[in-house]
Nanobody, 118 residues
Framework: QVQLVESGGGSVQAGGSLRLSCAAS?????MAWFRQVPGKEREGVAA???????NYADSVKGRFTISRDNVKDSLYLQMIRLQPEDTAMYYC???????????????WGQGTQVTVSS
């Protein structure tokens, strides 16, 4: 069982930046970020495998960067030029194959809230 703990959420104004972190209790190949707004379906944001191959949702390409530190078993999401539509609960997820946003992830964190005001 892998436990995931997110941090780094908060409130920012439009155009601002935030960096989310996710600490895993063990090493795992595929990790990803998802987000969800109440009343809407969960949306895949970005995924990364153990060798650094990434895929992103079209809505965040060019603004968000996913990365990982395999030594620290940590996952990151650097978000720039944030917009109000990025407001959501962001979840760290891990354990999927193939490693893409359409896969079923086995492990999930509790989430960290990101709020972007206009």
């Amino acid at each position: 069982q892998v436990q995931l703990v997110e941090s780094g959420g908060g409130s920012v104004q439009a155009g601002g930046s935030l960096r989310l972190s996710c600490a895993a209790s063990g090493s795992i190949s595929c990790m990803a970020w998802f987000r969800q707004v109440p009343g809407k379906e969960r949306e895949g944001v970005a995924a990364i495998d153990s060798v650094g191959s990434t895929n992103y949702a079209d809505s965040v390409k060019g603004r968000f960067t996913i990365s990982r530190d395999n030594v620290k078993d940590s996952l990151y999401l650097q978000m720039i030029r944030l917009q109000p539509e990025d407001t959501a609960m962001y979840y760290c997820a891990a354990g999927a194959w193939p490693c893409n946003l359409g896969a079923t992830f086995r492990y999930w964190g509790q989430g960290t809230q990101v709020t972007v005001s206009s």
